[in-house]
């Protein structure tokens, strides 16, 4: 599984952005796809988790401000992020996980950088 993430960059507080996981390879075997974040000096926090079913989860910081979701079609994760404050600053991953044979396999793609500030 590869993935390609894209979309960050810099925005005002209170702007929005959207992340964009392009996933290629055997994605027919993933049980999920999430976003995580690791800001300097902390460690890798997941932000968002959504299931082959759909089913969404979020971390508290981010409820109500950020959806994840995905475009089966396109092979796609997004992110999208409003309300965008100085401390969802971090560098953003891309996930995708999938269970064989009860050990848990995870895939990342590379970070992209959000940056909220004024």
């Known amino acids: 599984v590869q993935l390609q993430a894209s979309g960050g960059g810099l925005v005002q507080p209170g702007g929005s952005l959207r992340l964009s996981c392009a996933a290629s390879g055997s994605i027919f075997s993933i049980n999920t796809m999430a976003w995580y974040r690791q800001a300097p000096g902390k460690e890798r926090e997941a932000v968002a988790v ?4 759909g ?4 971390a508290g910081s981010v409820k109500g401000r950020f959806t994840i979701s995905r475009d ?10 409003n309300s965008l404050k100085p401390e969802d600053t971090s ?4 996930n995708a996980r999938r269970v064989e044979d009860s050990r848990l ?9 959000v940056t909220v500030s004024s």
């Open 55 to 58: 089913g969404t989860t979020y």
């Open 72 to 81: 089966n079609a396109k092979n796609t994760v997004y992110l999208q992020m």
């Open 50 to 53: 959504i299931t082959s079913a």
């Open 105 to 113: 396999i995870d895939y990342w793609g590379q970070g992209t950088q």
């Open 91 to 94: 560098v953003y991953y891309c």
